[in-house]
């Protein structure tokens, strides 16, 4: 698992995987795909479910976090916000003691996310795998001196096969999944 150059923050998916495997309770919000994160975790060697339960919520520099989503004083997953902005996020991040932060980077909700403002750049390239087109998308950010530029790459694949193999391999919630994460394709 040790890979050099690449680091990792622990997302929901990844907390609700390892709760199933560990029989611990269901994070909040996963009550209804308890049955798919079991039958990932059954699939899988003790040696990753370790690995993702040790990986950290955050990464953080001075300047800069990485993490799946925002987080509250808990350090639990905020909601989704539908309607996000820069000036929402200025204002979220300016209440944290802890927050200079000019980068922030995060996932979670699979929409592309590429607010700047005075203040920070927050950063969100949308989802690598789950899409409504067979497109992967991934971004990288180019620090130049001072600048902070983002960068959104889509890489388009065939992903048929993938996603027949939902149903093939009988995914518990697998309509739920492909309607949701995969726009019905």
Same mark, same amino acid.
């Given at each position: 698992?040790?890979?050099?150059? *690449?680091?990792?923050?622990?997302?929901?998916?990844?907390?609700?995987?390892?709760?199933?495997?560990?029989?611990?309770?269901?994070?909040?919000?996963?009550?209804?795909? +308890?049955?798919?994160?079991?039958?990932?975790?059954? +699939?899988?060697?003790?040696?990753?479910?370790?690995?993702?339960?040790?990986?950290?919520?955050?990464?953080?520099?001075?300047?800069?976090?990485?993490?799946?989503?925002?987080?509250?004083?808990?350090?639990?997953?905020?909601? *989704?916000?539908?309607?996000?902005? &820069?000036?929402?996020?200025?204002?979220?991040?300016?209440?944290?003691?802890?927050?200079?932060?000019?980068?922030?980077?995060?996932?979670?909700?699979?929409?592309?996310?590429?607010? *700047?403002?005075?203040?920070?750049?927050?950063?969100?390239? &949308?989802?690598? &795998?789950?899409?409504?087109?067979?497109?992967? +998308?991934?971004?990288?950010?180019?620090?130049?001196?001072?600048? *902070?530029?983002?960068?959104?790459?889509?890489?388009?694949?065939?992903?048929?096969?993938?996603? +027949?193999?939902?149903?093939?391999?009988?995914?518990?919630?697998?309509?739920?999944?492909?309607?949701?994460?995969?726009?019905?394709?």
């Amino acid at each position: 698992m040790d890979q050099e150059n *690449i680091s990792f923050v622990k997302g929901n998916h990844d907390n609700a995987v390892v709760a199933a495997f560990y029989d611990r309770p269901t994070p909040v919000g996963h009550e209804h795909v +308890r049955k798919h994160h079991k039958w990932i975790a059954e +699939r899988m060697e003790e040696e990753f479910i370790r690995f993702l339960d040790s990986l950290p919520i955050t990464i953080k520099t001075e300047e800069h976090l990485f993490t799946h989503y925002h987080l509250d004083e808990m350090d639990n997953f905020i909601p *989704i916000d539908q309607d996000p902005s &820069g000036e929402k996020l200025d204002q979220f991040y300016k209440k944290k003691s802890d927050s200079n932060y000019r980068l922030v980077c995060f996932g979670h909700h699979h929409a592309v996310h590429n607010f *700047i403002t005075p203040k920070a750049v927050y950063f969100n390239p &949308g989802a690598l &795998g789950c899409y409504h087109k067979p497109i992967a +998308r991934y971004g990288i950010i180019k620090l130049d001196n001072h600048l *902070i530029i983002p960068q959104i790459v889509e890489v388009t694949y065939e992903n048929l096969a993938f996603l +027949r193999s939902y149903r093939e391999l009988g995914v518990p919630e697998s309509d739920f999944i492909l309607k949701v994460f995969h726009g019905g394709q």
